[in-house]
């Protein structure tokens, strides 16, 4: 049984918006350093935003200024705010989360991160 899992993934026009939400399930453990990541098909997994605490975030270039990553910590909840959607954000989206006090840097790695959710899909188009 996952212990992450991803919702709130759907069919969005471009320039639209969608709310991700990424819930530690069954064991509601808290992580200290939780990501964002994407793959579309054909391509390699990439990074989207990552959160270290309450307030060490980093995106990558192509999502910055349009997601905005946040945390709920009560209700151990990871979220993602995509605004302003474009066809190229189209992919499955995937959170991850390590105990470990991972660097700024590090936040956008996949190697960094032990748990995975099954993932949530995004798809913007007209």
């Known amino acids: 049984q996952a212990q992450l899992a991803e919702s709130g993934g759907g069919s969005v026009q471009p320039g639209g918006s969608l709310r991700l939400s990424c819930a530690s399930a069954?064991?509601?453990?808290?992580?200290?350093?939780m990501g964002w990541f994407r793959q579309a098909p054909g391509k390699e997994r990439e990074a989207v935003a990552g959160?270290?605490?309450?307030?060490?975030?980093t995106y990558a270039d192509s999502v910055q200024g349009r997601f905005t990553i946040s945390r709920d910590n009560a209700k151990k909840t990871l979220f993602l705010q995509m605004n302003s959607l474009k066809p190229e954000d189209t992919a499955m989206y995937y959170c991850?989360?390590?105990?470990?006090?991972?660097?700024?840097?590090?936040?956008?790695?996949?190697?960094?991160?032990?748990?995975w959710g099954q993932g949530t899909q995004v798809t913007v188009s007209s």
């Open positions: 069954k064991y509601g453990a808290s992580y200290y350093s």
């Open positions: 991850a989360a390590t105990q470990e006090i991972l660097a700024q840097f590090n936040l956008l790695a996949p190697s960094a991160y032990v748990l």
């Open positions: 959160i270290a605490g309450d307030a060490i975030t």
